[in-house]
């Protein structure tokens, strides 16, 4: 039954996909801001690896183990009724097995998605060698259709961010994504792209639906839906929001001894209701 509820819930997440509207998927850190997130009526969320790494005490970037991730998206997907996909970083390890056994991970703690990137920490070279990537992605489908489940990997490519700009960089980033589709990825990520022109070119290029981090600079979500886009993500910006308020608020009781920061938040009895069991 479980399996089946997880199955069921991930068809309707790879649904969201085609659909002509842009699936808009928030990013939740822990438990409250899932449910939070989920009662906005967002049909699915996703988690951020950076907000649960930040919460635990770790910077962003596999500081935390695959452990303590999959701990907080269980956590997650155990409390909120609609699908959750897990932001798993380079997925935990180099090798294609390394991935597979992540997605299994994954599974197990009830997402239907997840995020696997291609960056390295490897300076001189950025990305994973393009083979390698292709495998990392082939055999993370492969483990999920063992388990019976049409997994979303949303395979992400980071030559935008660790390479930079520049028509080499754009041509890349579509030949990787491309080549991450026919190895079974169901959606493409391109992170730290704004512009609109390669926003669209990358949409028209892709053959696969597209997911763009929404940024300070990024268009509006209509002319996303305009420019081909299928899935918007914010990553980490509503958790950094909620820590620049706690940073404001600890300015504000330090530097002028006023409670500013209290008005129009949610009361313990709030939390308590979010938070309580279901009736």
Do not use: C
């Amino acid at each position: 039954m479980v399996q089946d509820d997880l199955k069921s819930k991930a068809e309707a997440f790879h649904k969201l996909h085609t659909d002509p509207k842009v699936l808009i998927l928030p990013n939740a850190w822990d438990v409250a801001s899932a449910l939070i997130l989920a009662e906005a009526g967002f049909p699915a969320i996703a988690s951020t690896s950076a907000g649960v790494a930040f919460s635990r005490g770790f910077p962003d970037g596999e500081a935390i183990s695959r452990d303590e991730m999959l701990d907080e998206v269980a956590k997650m997907t155990a409390r909120v009724d609609i699908p959750v996909t897990a932001d798993l970083e380079a997925g935990y390890g180099a090798s294609p097995e390394d991935v597979a056994e992540t997605v299994r991970r994954a599974i197990d703690a009830g997402a239907v998605g997840a995020n696997i990137e291609d960056g390295t920490k490897d300076g001189d070279g950025p990305l994973f060698d393009f083979s390698l990537g292709v495998e990392r992605i082939q055999a993370g489908r492969e483990a999920a259709d063992e388990a019976g489940i049409p997994f979303v990997i949303n395979a992400r490519t980071d030559g935008f961010i660790r390479i930079g700009r520049g028509a080499a960089v754009l041509d890349d980033a579509i030949k990787r994504a491309n080549a991450y589709y026919e190895a079974g990825a169901r959606s493409l990520f391109i992170p730290s792209v704004a512009d609109g022109q390669t926003i669209g070119r990358l949409a028209a290029d892709i053959g696969g639906p597209i997911n763009i981090l929404a940024g300070p600079k990024t268009p509006p979500v209509a002319e996303l839906e305009a420019l081909g886009v299928a899935r918007l993500s914010v990553g980490g910006s509503i958790a950094r929001a909620a820590y620049t308020l706690a940073r404001q608020a600890a300015e504000e009781l330090r530097d002028l001894g006023t409670y500013r920061y209290t008005e129009d938040t949610y009361s313990n009895r709030d939390l308590n209701k979010l938070l309580g069991p279901d009736d």
